[in-house]
């Protein structure tokens, strides 16, 4: 493996040599201008290397590209890191002319070409669809002279597809992120000897910059990987351990252990439902309020998300008096006397007819498209009113989380604002403004984590992850009932592309809670249906205390091990008749967790599942979490033979702790 690592770091710094370098006359991106495909070497280009700067693990540098004739300057900042096999760059295009440009289009921030002979192997993943095939993995085949594409729909970021790839041509191996929350495709072309060119960008650009005016593209990530493909996918989660994922106060990064009620609820409620998780000894982390708590609808007692109007709110950023008649400064220090953190839900980019923002501010508004507007976060004095409004929210009420939701695609707003000379730019605009929307509230309230939700799991980019932690990653689990297989398959697919996510347990079921383990859980009566009784919706009546007790135990025990490297185990499948296992181990602590699934139909009792990551002739002592005592293995039959686990009932779980017992 040290071998493998050595060999992608020197791949990664000779490429990005080879691709930056003054005397390139290729760098990887390219766009149209003037009609025609800009070629950078050209005359009329002035290029400047501007110089590098090493800090830290990264080192820095600019290409910029000046054109004589216009003033267009086109400016591609390099990130090289030096303690991973990866280079990211994005491009920043500004007029420094005294006339609107030519039409720049077409932008792809990639665009290259990998050497290869035969066939080559992409491997890609579904986003999010509020499907049971949510994150689901994809092996594709390119034979020379073929094409596929992905993309995302509807302008958010994991709609349908993750913005995430991993290409073998044979000679080449690299792992590709984009950076970007609103639409992108990504389109491979093998050519006649195998050698594929990669292309990637938003889908539409089309625009003139005027004077003065500067946009970014979408944002860029290769690594670049030796040995298994598996090998690549923890390359890639470490690499976002240590450069995409938010980090509080120095603290290494985590998901907490979550409770989630409903938002229209009394405040007397909330804060008992907060204290019983402390007076029953259950560690909880973090209190979450979801929607509906917000505006001024008249109250429901026995409200839930299916039999109450709380869409109709959006765009009244305070607490509902008749819920929260002291507002939700209570429940924020009762959370914070009781050590938990405190999760509120809002959804700023939709704006509702005839609520505040509508009648007060419409100039901050694009729209509406039936009975919703667009808040227009490409508008600066628009998003600094935001801003104080949402932060004076979280002020108020001692908020730790900030959950951002977004349950309306954004795309017609954009085509409605652009012109046919400005075409994707309401889009750059807006993804822009979403940035700089997070980064001050996050300035404004140090060590607030944010919680990216977007219909469930509909933004999770390069870019969103080095700003929050999706834990809600799919609407899936938002219906009574779901079959837990759905988030097995969640944590299956997306661990290996996303180190930090968490699924949903809603039912005191043992093999329903593992199902969203590791990274994170979060339990919640919300997803009950619209005719349950008041009293399900309180974790009392939910969840045995016992139960949550041992749960909450396994769960605290087991999270450190989400920063480690994953294995699935057993091939990715949603049938019911068939075994999941998976495998997350610590390099650096000799140690790990193994999760196993008997599902509801399986005819097998029994498995045997070959270890990763294990040392050489070495012992290792397993702990059953299900009363089956320890026992040593040796690591050769753990690789060869596999290890064998057995499960009665169906369906049914096994869960296993593992630690290093003695060294070869």
């Known amino acids: 493996m040290e071998q493998n690592d050595t060999n992608a770091q020197k791949h990664a710094e000779e490429w990005t040599s080879r691709a930056f370098d003054a005397a390139a006359n290729t760098p990887p991106f390219s766009f149209m201008f003037d009609g025609e495909r800009v070629l950078l070497s050209q005359s009329r280009w002035e290029r400047e290397l501007l110089t590098a700067t090493a800090a830290g693990r990264t080192r820095e540098f600019a290409c910029v590209f000046r054109d004589r004739h216009t003033g267009l300057v086109c400016t591609c900042e390099v990130n090289q890191f030096l303690d991973f096999p990866a280079v990211e760059w994005l491009l920043h295009f500004e007029n420094t002319g005294s006339n609107a440009t030519p039409i720049i289009g077409d932008i792809l921030p990639l665009d290259t070409v990998f050497a290869g002979a035969g066939a080559s192997t992409i491997r890609h993943a579904n986003g999010s669809l509020c499907r049971s095939d949510d994150f689901a993995p994809h092996e594709t085949i390119l034979n020379p002279g073929g094409t596929l594409r992905i993309g995302t729909t509807g302008g958010r970021s994991s709609n349908g597809a993750l913005p995430f790839f991993s290409l073998h041509t044979g000679s080449e191996r690299v792992i590709g992120g984009i950076g970007w929350t609103g639409n992108w495709q990504c389109t491979f072309t093998a050519n006649d000897t195998g050698g594929v060119r990669v292309s990637a960008g938003m889908q539409k650009t089309h625009l003139s910059l005027l004077p003065g005016e500067k946009i970014r593209s979408p944002r860029m990530l290769l690594l ?90 959006v765009g009244n950023w305070w607490p509902n008096k008749s819920n929260y008649p002291e507002g939700l400064a209570p429940i924020g220090k009762t959370t914070r006397e009781l050590g938990m953190k405190f999760t509120l839900w809002f959804e700023p980019e939709r704006v509702f007819k005839e609520t505040f923002l509508t009648r007060k501010h419409p100039e901050w508004l694009s729209g509406p498209i039936g009975d919703n507007w667009l808040f227009d976060l490409g508008n600066p004095e628009a998003r600094a009113g935001l801003v104080d409004i949402i932060s004076s929210v979280i002020t108020e009420g001692g908020i730790s989380v900030y959950r951002q939701d977004f349950n309306m695609d954004p795309e017609p707003f954009w085509n409605s604002m652009d012109t046919p000379e400005r075409v994707g730019m309401a889009e750059i605009r ?62 299956q697919g997306l661990s290996l592309w996303v180190p930090l996510s968490a699924g949903c347990c809603d039912r005191p079921d043992t093999y329903a809670f593992r199902s969203t383990l590791i990274p994170g859980a979060t339990l919640t009566t919300t997803v009950a249906g619209p005719d349950e009784p008041e009293g399900y919706r309180t974790p009392w009546d939910a969840f045995p205390v016992e139960w949550l007790q041992t749960m909450a135990k396994q769960y605290r025990e087991l999270k450190p ?92 779980s096994r869960l296993f702790r593992y630690e290093l017992a003695e060294k070869a």
């Open 561 to 652: 091990y989400a920063l480690g490297d994953f294995y699935p185990l057993i091939s990715f499948s949603l049938a019911d008749d068939v075994w999941a296992a998976w495998q997350f181990h610590r390099a650096d602590l000799d140690s790990g967790v193994i999760l196993a699934f008997r599902r509801q139909k399986s005819p097998y009792p029994e498995v045997r599942v070959p270890l990763k990551g294990v040392l050489p002739n070495a012992r290792y002592r397993f702990q059953s979490y299900d009363g089956l005592g320890t026992r040593i293995w040796r690591s050769g039959d753990l690789t060869a033979e596999g290890f064998s686990i057995t499960i009665g009932q169906r369906p049914g």
């Open 430 to 491: 807006h993804i822009e403004g979403l940035y700089a929307f997070w980064d001050e509230l996050m300035d404004r309230h140090p060590g607030l984590l944010i919680d990216n939700c977007s219909s469930g799991g509909r933004r999770i980019d390069l870019e969103t992850i080095s700003r929050s932690i999706p834990l809600w990653r799919s609407d899936f689990q938002c219906y009574p009932d779901f079959d837990p297989i759905g988030m097995q398959g969640q944590t």
């Open 224 to 313: 670049f990987w030796n040995g298994e493909p598996i090998d690549g996918q923890n390359a890639l989660r470490r690499f976002l351990l240590a450069h995409h994922t938010p980090v509080a106060a120095g603290n290494p990064p985590e998901v907490p252990l979550s409770f989630v009620g409903w938002g229209e609820n009394r405040s007397e409620r909330q804060i008992a439902k907060a204290r019983w998780f402390a007076l029953q000894e259950i560690p909880l982390e973090n209190y979450w309020i979801d929607a509906g708590w917000h505006g001024d609808a008249e109250f429901c007692d026995k409200a839930t998300v299916f039999n109450t109007n709380w869409g109709a709110h």
